[in-house]
């Protein structure tokens, strides 16, 4: 009885243990085999969600935004992922008791978006910077989770923004630290102009370092080629703008602006956005509608008797066709209900929302033969020729027009 219950202490205490680590991961909605490129994307989501500035007199997510910070410090170094995975939150205490710390959680933020780590007002801002990432139909019409790549200016991380390999950063002798210069010019005897212009020795930061990081050469910030996470809702609309807040270009001297996408739908590439050969990559996008052109023989649109089988977006099968007697005129349209684009909606494919979709017009283009056999044109003369006789129309007759041509000259005209 007593090995049952020790047997049952033991298991209670590891379920504990394993619950105990999963925390930090369901902190930022990841699993344990996160890499560290989605433990900072989830970070760099969840922090700005959360921050203190952006939501006054709410402890709770202060709270929340204190949690997120610790759980990316902790799953971001692996010494102590390690540590968290193998021994969960009482590892990380050991070690700490051991030398370890935490960081102030606004310092964690800086390191992403610059400008101390807080929003506040009247606090300098960079400029939004819009690009463009070009999207193939396919993706807007099923949704999609991709990546796009862009050249971003950051805080060097070698110097923490410092510009100085030591860290040592002196105030400027020639401006005082104020970043400007007053420069006194004699424009007559006893009369004088004063001139405001940027200290050339700091270059109007009022800073000067001894020992350039090598890094940065002393400029602060890096430009380097960044990778994005691009979340496609299913049936975007064209041109639709996504709005990824601070960023934009980041440095020490402010907070980083917005970096905006908008997603512009780019012509079909039969290698790249058509493995599966589907139909529906070269369709026409007008709204939520799509448009397709659908090449009928003379036969086809003549007799009818004909099936076609359209492979959309996604893979299913479209049903064309015409019975036989059925006659298919140049130029004609079908509209057929919901076989457009999905109509986006907040909600998305959610339980709470059933998708609707657009129309699917189909134009059906007539194409004739250039040439026929001497055999096949005497049949079809003959045959033709039976037909006008009994129910042929001269659409000549019935349009008006002179039977016989008049001679040129001879039109009379009335007087003007």
Not at 404 to 411: D, H, K, L, V
Request: proline share 4%; net charge negative; with cysteine.
């Amino acid at each position: 009885m007593l090995f049952h219950g020790a047997a049952l202490l033991f298991l209670l205490a590891f379920v504990q243990l394993a619950l105990c680590v999963e925390d930090y991961y369901k902190i930022l909605g990841l699993n344990k085999q996160a890499s560290d490129k989605q433990i900072k994307s989830a970070y760099r989501q969840l922090s700005k969600k959360y921050h203190p500035d952006k939501n006054p007199n709410d402890d709770t997510a202060k709270d929340k935004f204190v949690e997120v910070s610790e759980a990316y410090e902790a799953l971001i170094d692996p010494e102590s992922r390690q540590i968290y995975d193998k021994y969960g939150h009482e590892g990380l205490k050991q070690r700490g008791q051991q030398g370890g710390h935490h960081h102030d959680p606004f310092d964690l933020f800086s390191r992403f978006f610059g400008g101390g780590g807080h929003y506040q007002r009247g606090q300098p801002r960079g400029h939004n910077i819009e690009i463009k990432v070009a999207i193939s139909l396919r993706d807007f019409y099923n949704g999609r989770d991709t990546e796009f790549q862009w050249e971003k200016q950051q805080i060097c991380e070698e110097c923490a923004g410092t510009g100085s390999s030591d860290g040592v950063v002196d105030t400027c002798h020639h401006c005082g630290g104020h970043g400007v210069r007053i420069i006194k010019h004699q424009l007559a005897p006893g009369m004088f102009q004063q001139v405001q212009t940027q200290c050339d020795q700091c270059g109007g930061r009022g800073k000067t370092i001894k020992h350039k990081c090598p890094v940065c050469g002393g400029n602060r910030v890096v430009r380097q080629t960044i990778t994005v996470p691009l979340h496609i809702d299913r049936g975007a609309a064209r041109d639709s703008k996504i709005v990824y807040e601070n960023e934009a270009d980041a440095s020490p001297d402010y907070i980083a602006g917005d970096l905006i996408v908008t997603l512009v739908e780019k012509e079909p590439d039969i290698e790249q956005d058509n493995p599966e050969h589907v139909d529906g990559v070269f369709f026409r996008r007008r709204g939520d509608d799509l448009f397709w052109r659908e090449v009928l023989s003379l036969r086809e649109a003549w007799m009818g008797d004909w099936t076609r089988n359209l492979t959309h977006l996604d893979g299913h099968i479209v049903r064309l066709g015409r019975k036989r007697g059925e006659v298919v005129q140049p130029g004609q349209v079908d509209t057929i209900e919901g076989e457009g684009m999905p109509v986006w909606h907040e909600d998305g494919d959610s339980v709470y929302h059933e998708t609707q979709f657009g129309r699917l017009f189909i134009e059906y283009i007539v194409v004739l033969p250039d040439q026929i056999e001497s055999g096949m044109e005497k049949e079809f003369w003959a045959l033709w020729q039976k037909w006008r006789g009994k129910i042929g129309v001269d659409l000549h007759k019935d349009s008006g027009r002179p039977e016989t041509p008049i001679p040129a000259g001879s039109e009379q005209h009335d007087e003007l």
